[in-house]
């Protein structure tokens, strides 16, 4: 009797059960669920700072790269205003010994010598030749150092007037005219410590004038006779790859 009367009982325990487990599991997979979207989520957000982060070492190194560029650039300039700087005192005096030789009396029959160039003109048109390439007017630097080589040959400062017109006419795009400066640059004065730069320089601009031959012969001239320089090292390196 005891077991009839609870029967009824038992049975809706039993059909519960199943319910009771369905509803747990349902409850565990939407808590997955939720986990998995949460760590989704998570791992977009730790992409996206990577990408980013990736992009902005990229940039980081470009702007590292362009300053030390500028930075080179800055040194060679000062560099050479120093040698100017020398050469204006060394000048000064060669003026005023010049003028001093003036006022000394002649000879009746002294014979009238042929005119020379005046040193402070000299030094006047290489400074305002490298002003303007400081000032980053190529083109118009680029012509006042042509017209330096042209009015004084003998001068000092031919070296630089070709080394520098040489740069200036690369930066205004005139390559021909910079292929031409440099070479020159290099075969007249090979022991100048700037060859190497220069000849590298000339490998450049000769490419841009799509004139391969030429530009190769200056990588082997670059390679073999400065192999120890920094450039002649990339030299040799280039001429492996080709």
Same mark, same amino acid.
């Given at each position: ?13 039993c059909l519960a059960l199943p ?30 700072? $990577?990408s980013r982060n990736q992009l #902005?070492? /990229?940039?980081?190194? *470009?702007?590292?790269? @362009?300053?030390? !560029? =500028? ?96 740069? $200036?006419?690369?930066?205004?795009? #005139?390559? /021909?005219?910079?292929? *031409?400066?440099?070479? @020159?640059?290099? !075969? =007249? ?7 190497p730069g220069a000849l590298e ?42």
């Amino acid at each position: 009797m005891r077991l009839t009367r609870h029967l009824p009982a038992l049975a809706l325990l039993c059909l519960a059960l199943p319910a009771s487990a369905g509803l747990f599991d349902d409850e565990e997979a939407r808590n997955r669920v939720e986990q998995l979207r949460t760590e989704t989520v998570e791992l977009s957000k730790r992409a996206e700072i $990577a990408s980013r982060n990736q992009l #902005d070492f /990229a940039n980081q190194l *470009e702007t590292i790269k @362009s300053d030390l !560029a =500028k930075l080179r650039g800055q040194i060679e300039v000062l560099t050479y205003e120093l040698d100017a700087a020398q050469k204006r005192q060394k000048d000064f005096y060669v003026d005023l010994d010049s003028r001093l030789r003036k006022l000394e009396p002649q000879p009746v029959d002294a014979k009238t010598e042929t005119a020379k160039i005046d040193p402070a003109a000299e030094t006047r048109d290489y400074e305002a030749a490298l002003a303007g390439l400081k000032g980053s007017k190529f083109r118009e630097a680029g012509a006042s150092f042509l017209a330096f080589i042209k009015t004084y040959p003998a001068s000092s400062l031919q070296a630089s007037a070709h080394y520098w017109g040489g740069y $200036a006419h690369a930066q205004a795009k #005139d390559h /021909a005219k910079a292929a *031409e400066l440099f070479g @020159s640059f290099a !075969a =007249k004065w090979p022991a100048d410590d700037r060859v190497p730069g220069a000849l590298e320089s000339q490998v450049t601009s000769l490419e841009m004038l799509k004139d391969f031959k030429a530009a190769r012969a200056a990588l082997e001239l670059l390679a073999e006779k400065y192999a120890a320089s920094d450039a002649g090292k990339r030299a040799k390196l280039r001429l492996k790859k080709k």
